[in-house]
């Protein structure tokens, strides 16, 4: 097919023009103007007004299967995945069992190959059960498919173990994505530690139990020569750790949540304690999303990541201080960093760099890129259509965002995964009755 006519944007080659991309066999053949005049035998898109981009590039998504089919699936997460305009996922290791064996990952490369919209990335468990004691299979994991090791939601605690984790991971040539929490200091913690949180009388999770385990990692990382990433950076005491590092040659890169660039502790005490926005880390104050934005700028965060995490209303609706963390993010992720870009001055250059060439090179995998020869896994967008977030049609499990009701601009038309058509949006400008495979 041949993709006519848009605004072709990819950040990995600085490209912004309106051109022709021919795909062939699951890989773009060629780009440039006037191919369907060359090719007149091609089936076309007219993408005129829409922007055509690489497949979005998420490094942190919960799909839940195995263990937990009732909270999300391969099948409904893919699918939530492909209407997000997110062609590649690299999904956490907190399953049941845990991924932390090479069974395990074959059976979600197995399961995501059969049932899955769009590609899946396992990323496995640094350590036996995610308890932070003993490392897991990472040569086997390795070679059945692993991308990444992650304990995910729980921090490495122990210094040694982290040590031997980014030493094993950098002989297979393996990110190692740590979530940084000191859990002693935020023991209890529902809401982020500030006088807001104070006045509607929630236990307080500090800043200082994020940073003071990303100082540490910075300088573990410094000392063995090693790349460790920081999960869902959250606060500016961090932003200014990792800043220090990436100018001093340290090799440590760091990602944010649309919905830490969205919002802040105000609009959780606005929502009356509403469990949709309760996640970990919390949300912090004015100042924190400001550092986070401008360290966007600054090329001091290096990807934009969903951390999807669904859940079922029995795990959410309920009081605050017990609801589950988390947000389900995959539907709604690139128009949000697309506003937050907009009303920053940051270009859609680079909020799509953040969500494309940038996670996949942290990764180590070729995706996220628009050029002959690369696989066809490819957006239509329509950035001048404006839509309402309602859960209730998000095709994730998951209902759990604190932006229902919202009004975003932007909105996916096309998805293609290796050149085939994924996700068409029911108002797409083509005629085609809409679908998601």
């Known amino acids: 097919m041949i993709l006519k006519e848009g605004r072709v944007l990819d950040p990995a080659s600085a490209t912004d023009e309106v051109m022709d991309v021919q795909i062939t066999e699951g890989k773009i ?13 091609e089936e076309s898109f007219d993408c005129s007004g829409l922007w055509v981009f690489p497949g979005l590039v998420d490094i942190h998504t919960h799909l839940r299967e195995p263990g937990y089919e009732y909270k999300e699936t391969i099948l409904t997460g893919t699918r939530a995945a492909a209407a997000g305009g997110i062609t590649s996922v690299a999904c956490m290791a907190n399953t049941l069992p845990v991924n932390d064996t090479a069974a395990v990952t074959r059976f979600i490369r197995e399961k995501a190959e059969k049932e899955g919209i769009v590609e899946v990335f396992p990323v496995g468990a640094a350590t036996q059960g995610l308890k932070g004691e003993q490392l897991a299979e990472i040569g086997f994991m390795k070679e059945a498919g692993i991308v990444a090791l992650s304990d995910d939601g729980f921090p490495i605690r122990d210094a040694e173990i982290l040590r031997l984790t980014l030493e094993y991971a950098s002989r297979f040539n393996l990110p190692v994505i ?172 680079l909020i799509l760099s953040k969500m494309t060439v940038e996670p996949a090179r942290v990764l180590g995998i070729e995706r996220g890129r628009l050029s002959p020869g690369k696989v066809a896994n490819l957006v239509v967008f329509d950035p001048h259509e404006t839509w309402t977030v309602d859960s209730k049609r998000f095709f994730s499990k998951g209902k759990n965002t604190p932006f229902e009701g919202w009004t975003l601009n932007g909105r996916i038309k096309m998805t293609l995964v290796k050149g085939e058509m994924v996700f068409l949006d029911e108002n797409n400008p083509w005629g085609i009755p809409p679908f998601c495979l």
Request: with cysteine; proline share 6%; net charge negative.
């Open 178 to 349: 740590d979530h940084c929490e000191d859990l002693d200091l935020s023991r209890g913690g529902v809401a982020n530690e500030c006088a807001t949180g104070t006045r509607l009388g929630m236990k307080g999770i500090p800043c200082v139990s994020e940073s003071v385990v990303v100082a540490r990692d910075i300088l573990l990382s410094q000392w063995l020569g090693v790349h460790v990433h920081i999960a869902h950076v959250s606060c500016r005491s961090s932003v200014n750790l990792i800043r220090w590092a990436k100018e001093q040659g340290i090799p440590v890169t760091c990602e944010v949540t649309p919905h830490h660039l969205s919002l802040t502790v105000e609009d959780l005490d606005a929502s009356g304690y509403d469990p949709r926005f309760k996640v970990n880390p919390p949300l912090r104050e004015a100042e924190d999303r400001e550092a986070l934005i401008l360290a966007l700028k600054e090329g001091v965060i290096d990807c934009i990541a969903t951390d999807h995490a669904p859940h079922d209303a029995q795990s959410k609706m309920v009081e605050f201080q017990i609801a589950a963390n988390g947000i389900s993010g995959l539907e709604t992720a690139l128009p949000l960093a697309l506003q937050v870009g907009n009303k920053a001055g940051l270009s859609p250059s």
């Open 29 to 41: 053949e060629r780009t440039g103007p006037g191919l369907c005049d060359h090719f007149p035998d």
